[in-house]
């Protein structure tokens, strides 16, 4: 099984990564959990990385679009940071599939239905690691 953690917020962008994301996991079982927005995700991924019932992988999809403050700064870098903790921590793969976007237009255009769509990517490499592990 491959756990999907995803956020809530700018949820029609995440809605085509997970879209994108399940495409490329056609023949695997899914469970998704939703948090919030993109600031929760390494929390869950971690507390779903150390679970007794290990999953094959763990997959992370959200969605961070810069606006007029900080703000994005500071949720982008915790959020590459603390996936990219995890999933040196974790015993099974942990990926990041999470856009950090200048503006909507790009967010959109890689959650479009089609073979650039992040969550389509991010579910290969899955599926990849998965087999190298074997």
């Given at each position: 099984?491959?756990?999907?953690?995803?956020?809530?917020?700018?949820?029609?962008?995440?809605?085509?990564?997970?879209?994108?994301?399940?495409?490329?996991?056609?023949?695997?079982?899914?469970?998704?959990?939703?948090?919030?927005?993109?600031?929760?995700?390494?929390?869950?991924?971690?507390?779903?990385?150390?679970?007794?019932?290990?999953?094959?992988?763990?997959?992370?999809?959200?969605?961070?679009?810069?606006?007029?403050?900080?703000?994005?700064?500071?949720i982008c870098q915790a959020v590459t940071n603390g996936i990219m903790n995890i999933s040196v921590?974790?015993?099974?793969?942990?990926?990041?599939?999470v856009l950090t976007c200048q503006n909507a237009?790009?967010?959109?255009?890689?959650?479009?239905?089609?073979?650039?769509?992040?969550?389509?990517?991010?579910?290969?490499?899955?599926?990849?690691?998965?087999?190298?592990?074997?």
């Amino acid at each position: 099984m491959i756990v999907i953690v995803k956020s809530e917020f700018n949820r029609e962008i995440v809605d085509g990564l997970l879209k994108g994301c399940k495409r490329a996991l056609a023949e695997k079982e899914i469970k998704i959990i939703s948090v919030p927005g993109a600031f929760e995700l390494p929390a869950a991924a971690k507390n779903v990385s150390i679970q007794s019932n290990l999953p094959e992988a763990v997959i992370t999809l959200g969605c961070v679009i810069k606006g007029d403050t900080d703000h994005y700064d500071y949720i982008c870098q915790a959020v590459t940071n603390g996936i990219m903790n995890i999933s040196v921590q974790s015993s099974v793969p942990v990926l990041f599939g999470v856009l950090t976007c200048q503006n909507a237009e790009l967010a959109f255009e890689r959650s479009r239905d089609n073979d650039s769509n992040k969550g389509y990517e991010v579910g290969l490499a899955a599926l990849e690691l998965i087999n190298s592990r074997k």
